[in-house]
């Protein structure tokens, strides 16, 4: 879409104007913004027009930066927080991402926040859950909200940590929360702070609705940029991986390198190992890795990671050919038991995260690709179905590889066979 396209989007979008929800009520002694009165109305015209040439100025402020930020949205974040803060007149602003099924808000840009209040954030602590947050009300429900005393809350008054840490750490008592929205609903908010109460006008309110809009453009962008990539890398790694297959007729070792790295480049994997093992087999051997530590390789040397699938869970993926998800390793029966293999991934290598992906020979598992990552994150769908498509392309190497093998045995044993029959003819 032009850049042209959007702005026209941008001005039907503001005209029909989101819901605005109003909290808090009117304080003794607060300050107040009141329309002022001017004598001569060519006063109040400049005014106006000043102001409008400020808001078409960070418009097209924003919109340039979008156009020069393919592949990255950040920089149109903090534009956009910069200008909303100066044009509201606002103490802080802030950018808050999530959506419904999350569990917890994150805070992915911001301008004057707190320190304390961006810690917050950074644990995990601001939840999603529209009975304890604005701004998940706000995105949940696709409503700006206006909170114009934070002090007059339930959220102040029950003691949320959220709310008495910009109340009592960062002064702020006047509040609003404006949904950033997608089709396929709200995804976060713009969330725009005072230090005194006194609300946000209707005109302030349009103005960071466009900004909204303009955010999700951005966002959308980026999304569009980094699928094309990730969708030109995935193909490339298949292609690198293939022409490794075709070069390997009596070795796959090179293919499982290969496609051992670029699973752990393309799924923002820390380390990756193939594990083989069978049906009937006592343990697991792995005969290739990328970045896995020597202490967990030396476990598997010396065969002691048994291929019992109420022991490992690598073992069971491979018996059961499904693919196993494991979003945190000590969450696990195998690290609460002692086991030591599963203390050696976690306390050795800090490993949290697991996905293990069966390599399926004619029905029957052979082994499994694992992934590891040090932080607590789930893999999305597409990462699985790149590594499934992965295992079916090492499965093709090692099928290569043992015709290859068995084809070189049948013809030294047909020229050993041959040699012998001479002998015999000679003798």
């Known amino acids: ?17 989101l819901p605005v929800y109003s909290f808090g009520t009117p304080v003794p002694g607060a300050v107040r913004l009141k329309k002022i009165s001017v004598s001569d109305p060519k006063d109040s015209l400049s005014a106006d027009l000043t102001r409008a040439r400020q808001r078409e100025a960070a418009t097209r402020e924003i919109l ?7 592949d990255d949205d950040r920089p149109v974040f903090d ?17 808050v991402l999530g ?13 004057g926040v707190d320190p304390a209040t961006i810690a917050l954030y950074d644990r995990g602590e601001v939840s999603m859950n529209p009975d304890a947050s604005f701004a998940a009300r706000a995105i949940l429900t696709g409503k700006v909200i ?10 102040y008054r ?31 908010a713009f969330v725009i702070f005072r230090k005194d109460v006194r609300p946000y006008t209707p005109d302030e309110i349009a ?48 293919v499982f390198d290969v496609i051992l790295r670029k699973s752990t480049e393309l799924c923002g994997a820390f380390a990756a190992a193939l594990v083989m093992g069978s049906k009937g087999d006592t343990h697991q051997r792995i005969p290739a890795s990328y970045e896995v530590s020597p202490a967990t390789l030396a476990i598997y040397d010396s065969g002691v990671v048994s291929m019992d699938p109420d022991i490992s869970t690598t073992a069971r993926a491979i018996l059961t050919g499904k693919v196993i998800h494991v979003e945190d390793m000590r969450d696990t029966d195998g690290y609460r038991s002692g086991n030591v293999h599963y203390r050696s991934v976690v306390e050795d290598s800090g490993i949290r995260t697991n996905l293990f992906v069966p390599l399926i020979s004619s029905g ?36 290569n590889v043992r015709q290859f093998r068995e084809l070189q045995t049948r013809l030294e044993r047909e020229k050993a066979l041959a040699e012998i029959l001479e002998v015999i003819s000679q003798s």
Not at 146 to 155: I, K, Q, R
Not at 372 to 379: A, I, Q
Request: hydrophobic share 45%; aromatic share 6%.
């Open 207 to 254: 103005l960071v609705e466009s900004f909204a809009a303009q955010a999700v453009i951005a966002i959308e962008n980026v999304r569009q940029f980094r699928e094309l990539q990730t969708r030109l890398a995935r193909e490339a790694a298949t292609r690198e991986i293939l022409e490794v297959i075709s070069r390997s007729r009596d070795d796959e070792g090179p």
């Open 158 to 188: 029950q003691g949320v940590g959220l709310y008495v840490s910009i109340v009592r750490d960062s002064g702020i008592r006047t509040e609003m929360q404006v949904p950033l929205l997608t089709p396929m609903g709200g995804i976060g």
């Open 1 to 17: 879409m032009c850049l042209a396209a959007q702005a026209h989007d941008l001005k039907l979008l503001v005209m029909r104007r």
């Open 79 to 95: 534009v956009i927080l910069h200008r909303a803060a100066d044009l509201c007149d606002a103490y802080a602003a802030a950018l």
């Open 364 to 399: 029957e598992g052979i082994g499994a690709v694992t992934l590891f990552r040090k932080e607590v994150r789930r893999y999305t769908p597409d990462e699985i179905a790149l590594v499934e498509t992965f295992a079916a392309q090492a499965v093709i190497a090692i099928e």
């Open 99 to 111: 959506k419904d099924g999350d569990t917890h808000q994150r805070m992915a840009a911001h301008y």
């Open 64 to 70: 340039s930066v979008i156009s020069q930020s393919r």
């Open 146 to 155: 206006h909170v114009e005393d934070m002090m007059d809350t339930e959220f």
